[in-house]
């Protein structure tokens, strides 16, 4: 039996005539074992394609808002942690540091903040007073939700969007600053008055709800000075190419070149992957364990194909015997058999794979709609807003990007599976003894 006719054959059970009513029930079953891989994609490629998307938007806020693609750390004895003009003329030198492209000097130190009588802890970040225009990873990811992200006057302050909400501050509030100094076991408290100029959210709660900017220089006067830390965020051409491990021996070679020199001194420096270990780990295994979850439903999908190939087999067993009869070889039977497994597998691909990408790239419409649908049926029993992903912990605004390799990798298990699916029935057909089948019939 020849390798066209075993196709021909194949074609024949996928696409019978309209007249060849007597396997109707295997066919339906292998419509249905088709239309189930196609429901069961559409999950896995959504899940896919959402998850990888959102990992990508909370990982690069991360990296990009928060420690950059590596980070210099200076001790509170550096010489460059003395003063403002010191510190910035450091963060200036590690420019010339080749695949340096971009530096941001900052001041971190925890803090109370306080409104109105209420308190929160807040994350004070003292920042270069234009970053909010000169950096582009500051203005393309934050979203000005009210006043302007402006530092250009003292004591002045942009606040997160959730510090807004927990202090009820609006832009032209005063909110009220108090770090401790801590000298010879005494603690003393050190309060500052600030201005709110603007409210902003990178759209990833978890990760600014605490954040308080203002300044450099208002870091240095207005900040307890035993509780500072000393940053220089740098950004690189790619902080997921591997050219970052030659861009971070450059600059501990240029730290410690200067260390030598009394330059710069007690100065370490960290890749984002160091600093946001146990997010992206957390992030890698929660993805694997929704993709196993959902590869799990396909694969039992993909059993339907099985048995609905023994039921055509069943069908069939006596046209198999007389294609046997005429000269069919057992192999090219089988054959016939798993081509259509894969074709079924490839039908389900066809629904599947557009129409989970159809999910995915609206899934921002999709989230929309529940929750404004949700939202209107509940509004007369509670005054809670329903929010189908917590903004609390995911990112507000997926920004969707389709994985390609992943997707290849997708269609190749679905046609896999497919085909370890029809083994067995192809070997039962192939079995089949012409004499004895038609004996029976």
């Not at 046609?415 to 192939?430: M, N, T």
Request: charged fraction near 20%.
């Amino acid at each position: 039996m020849k390798l066209a006719a075993s196709f021909f054959y194949a074609k024949r059970i996928l696409f019978p005539r309209a007249e060849e009513g007597r396997d109707l029930l295997g066919r339906k079953s292998l419509k249905g074992a088709m239309l189930c891989i196609g429901i069961s994609l559409v999950p896995l490629i959504a899940v896919l394609v959402i998850s990888e998307s959102m990992i990508d938007g909370m990982t690069g806020r991360m990296i990009h808002l928060a420690t950059g693609d590596l980070q210099v750390q200076y001790d509170s004895l550096s010489s460059h942690a003395s003063g403002e003009e010191e510190f910035l003329t450091a963060a200036e030198s590690l420019k010339k540091v080749d695949g340096v492209l971009q530096v941001m000097p900052e001041v971190r130190s925890e803090a109370l903040a306080s409104s109105a009588g209420i308190r929160t802890g807040a994350v004070i970040r003292g920042i270069e007073r234009n970053v909010f225009k000169d950096n582009s990873y500051f203005s393309s990811l934050f979203d000005v939700i009210e006043g302007s992200a402006d530092l250009s006057e003292n004591r002045s302050a942009v606040i997160s969007s959730k510090m807004a909400e927990i202090l009820s501050l609006k832009p032209g509030d005063n909110v009220t600053l108090i770090t401790v100094n801590s000298s010879g076991g005494r603690m003393t408290p050190k309060a500052s008055v600030f201005k709110v100029r603007g409210i902003v959210s990178s759209g990833y709660q978890e990760l600014d709800q605490l954040w308080v900017f203002i300044s450099v220089s208002d870091a240095f006067s207005a900040l307890a000075s035993s509780g500072r830390q000393y940053f220089v965020n740098i950004s690189t051409s790619d902080p997921f190419s591997p050219e970052l491990d030659r861009v971070l021996h450059n600059v501990d070679s240029f730290l410690k070149a200067d260390r030598e020199n009394s330059f710069i001194n007690l100065s370490s420096v960290y890749t984002w992957k160091e600093l946001n270990a146990s997010q992206t780990e957390n992030f890698s295994s929660t993805k694997v364990m929704l993709l196993l979850v959902m590869l799990f439903i396909v694969l039992v999908a993909g059993i339907n194909i099985s048995s609905a190939l023994v039921m055509i087999v069943m069908e069939r067993s006596r046209e198999i015997a007389i294609l046997k009869s005429t000269g069919a070889s057992s192999s090219g039977i089988a054959l016939a058999f798993i081509i259509t497994g894969l074709g079924c597998g490839a039908g389900g691909i066809i629904i599947g794979l557009p129409a989970g990408l159809f999910a995915a790239v609206n899934i921002n419409h999709i989230i929309t709609g529940i929750e404004r649908m949700v939202n209107f049926i509940t509004r007369l029993h509670s005054g809670e807003k329903f929010h189908l992903l917590n903004p609390a912990y995911y990112i507000q605004k997926i920004e969707v990007e389709v994985p390609f390799e992943e997707l290849v990798f997708i269609v190749f298990f679905t046609l896999f599976l497919s085909f370890a699916v029809s083994v067995f029935p192809a070997l039962r057909a192939a079995k089949e003894k012409p004499m004895d089948t038609l004996r029976k019939n």
